[in-house]
């Protein structure tokens, strides 16, 4: 090389690394704060909703019912959220939905106030909710890889995570108190105001096209875990055969089958573990609704520390060891969580338990973004998680039934000894690869 070489290449400029350059996204940004903010109005719900029905009725068999009616609301909405989301614009269908969702969970507290309690509302607000709240969800899922570059997903999934988790470190604790001063139906506004901050954020957000490459190019990339060929949109098609097709990319993906094939028997599992875990803290542990939110709060933390440390952890042991190991120490907390004689050891238990959730989040989700072209991603992500969602209402229904007759400990033990037995078998199929590569 001579001298000429060697004072050009000084003036060479190479790009910074990924997390810096996402804190000058203002779009990305924007999207994080207002989605952290809508997050914590949810975790006002996710304490109030089953406190209400527990207040109301005093049946931990009606909140299985209530779960069970969110996921199958959840299960409706997988047939035609990705579609819904691959045809429209992303943006608007999420403010959408954000707009539609303030009014049913506003309707809640305001029906509270003038009528009373009103059980057929909750089933009414709750079903519809999860059908609008997938289609948010799938929606959000695939606007990511349009706010940032391919190299930043991970580390993007990662923040929101982050912030995620810290929302509901202070959202349970305060919506424990608020439910315990002034009634759970007063916790929901929170949740009901949340929905207007996060569609008042979204106008200000623009989502860009993903440029799609050619195979030669993605093998030139060393980081690339898979190889996909993207395909467009077929203009003449059905609400069943692009349905279909994103179930097609599933199922000849080596990797996303058995991921699909093992949470789908973790949902039957553990589907219920929410309401068991509410009810074991209350009636095992002598629990009221303000110690209910603290734990949830706390336990929250593990989600924090979780969020930091996935992307580090998916890049140094790969996605294999991440998503397997984490969801095998998510199954052993559950089992100490049923053991645990005090509230002190179950809410270290409850963070071991959302760190695991976290890291397993961020590995599979960034994984089905970085693998899927984009014209298929709203309808892979919503048949994904349609297959896995299956199972929720009767798994729902049949533990949290079952805690009746044996009692919420031993439920959950059974629940955690059979997740744990799940998630050992997922060592013997392709998900268990560090860099895991699709084949032609």
């Not at 975790?43 to 209530?66: E, H, R």
Request: hydrophobic fraction near 50%; glycine fraction near 10%.
């Amino acid at each position: 090389m001579d001298v000429s070489e060697i004072m050009q290449d000084q003036y060479i400029s190479y790009p910074a690394a990924p997390g810096k350059r996402l804190w000058r996204n203002p779009h990305f940004n924007t999207f994080w704060f207002g989605q952290t903010l809508s997050v914590f109005g949810d975790s006002f719900a996710s304490i109030a909703i089953p406190l209400l029905v527990l207040q109301a009725t005093g049946s931990v068999a009606l909140m299985g019912l209530v779960t069970a009616m969110n996921s199958a609301g959840q299960i409706l909405a997988g047939f035609f959220a990705g579609v819904i989301a691959d045809r429209v614009d992303r943006r608007k269908l999420m403010i959408v939905c954000d707009v539609v969702r303030m009014c049913l969970y506003g309707a809640i507290p305001l029906c509270w106030s003038l009528f009373g309690p009103q059980f057929w509302l909750i089933f009414l607000v709750v079903g519809l909710g999860s059908c609008l709240g997938l289609t948010f969800q799938v929606a959000y899922v695939t606007a990511i890889p349009n706010l940032v570059d391919g190299d930043q997903i991970v580390e993007a999934n990662s923040r929101l995570q982050i912030t995620y988790s810290i929302a509901f470190v202070l959202g349970p604790v305060l919506a424990g108190f608020i439910v315990g001063t002034f009634g759970a139906s007063a916790a929901i506004t929170g949740d009901a105001i949340s929905f207007a901050v996060s569609a008042f954020s979204l106008l200000f957000i623009r989502l860009r096209a993903v440029a799609e490459v050619t195979p030669l190019e993605l093998i030139k990339q060393e980081t690339v875990e898979q190889v996909t060929i993207p395909r467009p949109i077929e203009r003449r098609s059905t609400l069943w055969t692009d349905f279909v097709e994103g179930a097609t990319f599933i199922w000849h993906n080596q990797v996303l089958k058995p991921m699909a094939f093992l949470l789908f028997i973790l949902t039957l599992l553990t589907a219920g573990a929410l309401d068991l875990f509410i009810f074991h803290i209350k009636a095992d542990l002598g629990g009221n609704d303000t110690s209910v939110g603290l734990v949830f709060g706390l336990a929250s933390i593990g989600g924090v520390v979780g969020g930091v440390v996935a992307p580090t952890l998916r890049k140094r042991l790969g996605f294999g060891p991440c998503w397997i190991g984490s969801l095998l120490l998510n199954a052993v907390a559950l089992i100490l969580i049923a053991l645990a004689p005090n509230m002190v050891l179950c809410c270290l238990l409850a963070m071991l338990f959302t760190f695991s959730s976290t890291v397993s989040s961020v590995v599979s989700m960034s994984l089905r973004q970085e693998i899927t072209p984009d014209s298929l991603l709203g309808r892979v992500t919503s048949v994904f998680w349609t297959v896995i969602g299956v199972p929720g209402p009767l798994g729902a229904a049949l533990f949290t039934g079952l805690s009746t007759h044996v009692g919420t400990t031993s439920v959950l033990l059974l629940i955690g000894s059979l997740a744990f037995v799940t998630m050992l078998t997922g060592l013997f199929t392709p998900a268990r690869q560090r860099f895991p590569v699709r084949h032609f």
